[in-house]
């Protein structure tokens, strides 16, 4: 995670990389809208901002206003579980997140 853009927000950055976790305030699929790796740009699609619900922490898109979801069911084709933005409190246990 980094700070530094004069607000209260934070970039998610790969470590390998230093792409962040876009927010597409565009493509969307129904009520969600997709996330993915980019280079920063300084965007407020590209940062993040701290909060918390009854099931803990969760992030919400400074640029969309959406919450961070990761789904219980779908999977990459690597097998990870899929990650977009959804209205946040749609599904509260799936927009909370921790720091590992």
Known sequence: ???GSGSKS???A???TGDVIHGSGSETNGIYKEVYHRPQQNAAEDRWIEGVNSYGMTLTNEGTK???YASAN???PAG???IYQEPAGNFPS???WSYE
């Open 1 to 3: 995670m980094l700070s």
């Open 10 to 12: 934070f970039y998610i």
């Open 14 to 16: 790969a470590r390998d």
């Open 66 to 68: 959406m919450a961070l």
């Open 74 to 76: 779908l999977k990459t």
């Open 80 to 82: 990870h579980v899929v």
């Open 94 to 96: 799936g927009e909370a």
